[in-house]
């Protein structure tokens, strides 16, 4: 089992950049592809970008291609989430997770371990 927390978000101006992290314990996190999620009020939670389990392979949501930046660092147990030229409809609470899975997958399903989340609030 893994625990996650993260940690990074804020308040932030339309255009500007923030970079999140993900700290995990308890077990090793090369053993999990791993995903940032986020959820806006009122809105389903949402698959933004995931990582395979070497950091050879990445996957994003359309809405973010470009503009955000999935890495990870095994031997730190991190993973990051690296978020430039933002916009409003980024505002969300952004959650880290973990994967047994062996190829990086969209569903909110295939992650077991999740973390508290940290918000993301962007000014226009």
């Known amino acids: 089992q893994v625990q996650l927390v993260e940690s990074g978000g804020g308040l932030v101006q339309a255009g500007g950049s923030l970079r999140l992290s993900c700290a995990a314990s308890?077990?090793?996190?090369?053993?999990?592809?791993m995903g940032w999620f986020r959820q806006a009020p009122g809105k389903e939670r949402e698959f933004v970008a995931g990582?395979?389990?070497?950091?050879?392979?990445?996957l994003y949501a359309d809405s973010v291609k470009g503009r955000f930046t999935i890495s990870r660092d095994n031997v730190k147990n991190t993973v990051y989430l690296q978020i430039n030229s933002l916009k409003p409809e980024d505002t969300a609470v952004y959650y880290c997770?973990?994967?047994?899975?062996?190829?990086?997958?969209?569903?909110?399903?295939?992650?077991?371990?999740w973390g508290q989340g940290t918000q993301v609030t962007v000014s226009s």
């Open positions: 308890g077990r090793t996190l090369s053993s999990y592809v």
């Open positions: 990582i395979s389990r070497s950091g050879a392979s990445d």
């Open positions: 997770a973990a994967s047994r899975t062996a190829a990086i997958m969209a569903g909110k399903a295939a992650y077991a371990f």
